[in-house]
């Protein structure tokens, strides 16, 4: 688990970098019209995060223990690859203000770790499955390494679109 938790801070820490000296207006532009704004990145990352932590909380609570198979999760980093987001995580118009984002942002880890910080025995996470919008079953250890793999992808588009202003 300690693994899990240093990838997410680590990714964390990569987002707020970008973010973090972006003004509101450029946080909140499109640099092109068919995709998202940085702003727009963030708050599918935030909601996205919510909802990961909803799904683990699930897990928990129906406790059905399975045997699950490893999912090649790694793929969504291949941005070579378009995966349409689920229409729940889509994000809102905004605007957006980076400090609030950072703050939501804040808040919604603070609630993730608070959720596996209270997980006894950490094995459990890999006996229990839910079902992902695209990988179906996932073992609950592997919604939260897809959590900051997810993440990943994204700061890599916001860099791109950080070289377009």
Request: contains cysteine.
């Amino acid at each position: 688990m300690k693994y899990f938790e240093d990838n997410l801070y680590f990714t964390r820490e990569q987002l707020l970098i970008e973010i973090s000296h972006v003004s509101d207006e450029v946080f909140n532009r499109k640099f092109e019209t068919n995709k998202w704004s940085i702003a727009q990145i963030c708050h599918h990352l935030l909601k996205t995060e919510t909802l990961f932590t909803k799904a683990i909380l699930f897990g928990l609570e129906q406790n059905k223990r399975a045997e699950t198979v490893r999912k090649p999760i790694e793929q969504v980093l291949d941005r070579s690859r378009f995966i349409s987001a689920p229409k729940i995580s889509e994000p809102g118009k905004g605007p957006f203000y980076v400090l609030q984002i950072i703050q939501q942002l804040n808040d919604s880890r603070i609630n993730l770790l608070g959720v596996l910080n209270k997980i006894e025995d950490k094995s459990i996470l890999e006996e229990i499955a839910v079902k992902h919008p695209v990988f179906e079953d996932l073992s609950l250890d592997q919604w939260v390494e897809l959590l900051y793999l997810h993440e990943q992808r994204h700061i890599q588009q916001i860099k791109d679109q950080k070289k377009l202003r």
